[in-house]
């Protein structure tokens, strides 16, 4: 493991011990980019299960970058030969975790099947990191996979080791998204407003709450300010409230509510 002081540790151990208390994909969401991300740099994360020898697979994908949802996927069509293509190289690596820099996932056999509208920026990726866990009881393999467009994601084994268990937890937790060819215009679970707070706005509306400006909101998801504050304008006008405070408070309140 990397050299850590006294304040790493903490982070790390505080990391960890928050993932027991994930229960939505925007905890999920948030928890990968605030503390996770630190350990384990990456842009995409993608999670995939079922049968990967040509049956069906399954996706949860947590990503600040447009186009890239799991929602986008859910068919399976577009994603399956790159996902296929890296299961089969964690096979040949005797099912251990591995890394590909300076890697195009064109490259990969079948990734031409991809749509390059929807996956452009997935290849434009140049840091890869998979990790597989092998669910003997289930006889279903699940793999992890990290993409990071810097091309110097660095593969700290310890840290991977120790984070991989918190995150297949993570998830297990949570309720898969429902499928969806417009991923702006799906909620992320049965809403009770009359207009659905959709996924994208429920992120927007998340680093609200953290306090973020128009610009750092948009450059946390990769979309303009403008595009921010588009979004807000409509979740100001399903909320029936006039300021990011109301905005925030309406929110959170019809969340709490909503899981109760």
Known sequence: MRSMNSDDRDRLLAAIHRSTS????????AWLQLEVRHFLPHDVLIAAWGDFFGGRISYDIASCLPGIRTQSVSGGSVIDPIIRALYEKWIKHGMHSFELQDYNLSNLPGAT??????????????????????????ACDCLYVFLDKSGGLPLDKAVLTLFMPQIDAALRQVNCLPPSDDFDSVPEEADSLHEAISVREGEVMFWVGFGKTNEEIGMILNISPNTVKNHLKKIFQKLGVSSRAQAVARYNAHMQEKHE
């Open 22 to 29: 994930i229960r939505r994909h925007v905890d999920f969401f």
């Open 113 to 138: 099947l991809a749509d390059p509208a929807a996956f452009a920026q997935m290849n434009s990726m140049r840091s890869i990191v998979v990790h597989g866990i092998s669910d003997k009881r289930h």
